[in-house]
């Protein structure tokens, strides 16, 4: 049985390059991360990648294990992170694969998977659906001490972004806990919060 597809999508490169040159402009000392999960959002996870490999991007954001693998199938090069859940068995031991962890146990079990593993650290801000919600305790030391070296980022999600009040709550709430962090001399490369 055959049948003709309802839908068509056609991709501009120039509309792609003008929306990143405008991101890339609205602050000097940041950088856009395209996030590209869900198959970059139905626009084709390949070819935005393909798009993005002629752009400084300090790294881009994927779902999963099977998108970064995706990513890399096609040729991509700079650094993948995974912002979902991965199980530490299956991870590659040399890749450009990067992860973001929702708690400090799961950062453990990465760590003891492969001892150089890169991390993201995901802090709860306020969405209350996944994230590191207090990092200082006793506890979170001792683990702290042990992936130091392995924490690369630091990231959260803005529960409400049209919400100047809530979303100027959870930017207190990120510079709180990467405070935090500094007293464990722990200075991450990157620190990211935004939201879809």
């Not at 980022?153 to 806990?177: I, T, W």
């Amino acid at each position: 049985m055959s049948y003709h597809h309802l839908n068509t999508l056609t991709i501009f490169p120039e509309k792609l390059a003008h929306n990143f040159s405008v991101l890339s402009k609205l602050h000097h000392d940041i950088k856009p991360v395209p996030v590209l999960k869900s198959n970059a959002y139905g626009h084709g996870i390949k070819i935005i990648a393909s798009f993005l490999s002629d752009y400084d991007v300090p790294f881009v954001c994927v779902d999963s294990l099977y998108e970064a693998f995706e990513l890399k199938k096609c040729g991509y090069k700079k650094d993948i992170l995974i912002m979902g859940y991965v199980n530490p068995a299956d991870i590659p031991k040399r890749s450009n694969f990067v992860y973001a962890v929702s708690d400090l146990e799961y950062a453990n079990a990465l760590i003891k998977r492969y001892s150089r593993v890169r991390l993201h650290l995901f802090l709860d801000t306020g969405m209350h659906r996944e994230g590191i919600q207090e990092i200082d305790t006793v506890y979170s030391e001792t683990i702290l001490k042990k992936i130091a070296p392995r924490i690369e980022g630091v990231m959260s999600h803005l529960s409400m972004p049209d919400n100047r009040r809530v979303s100027e709550s959870q930017m207190a709430s990120f510079e709180s806990q990467l405070a935090v962090l500094r007293e464990y001399r722990i200075y991450p490369r990157y620190s990211h919060i935004a939201a879809s």
